[in-house]
């Protein structure tokens, strides 16, 4: 997916997945909606990464 939106990410001075949200729909419901939803993948993947590189 990153290959297809790098021209939209460069141009637009972001650098996470969420602040691109926000720059791209703004401040609506459905727009906070879909910032929360990336922010707790997030914190999950990476949750998720620590465990496995503990576990092993």
Known sequence: MMVYLSVW???SNVLTGAEWIRTRFGHGRGADGAYTIV???AIVAVMGF???ALSG
Do not use: E
Request: charged share 20%; proline share 0%; net charge positive.
């Open 39 to 41: 922010i707790l993948y």
């Open 9 to 11: 990410l460069r141009r």
């Open 50 to 52: 620590c465990v496995t």
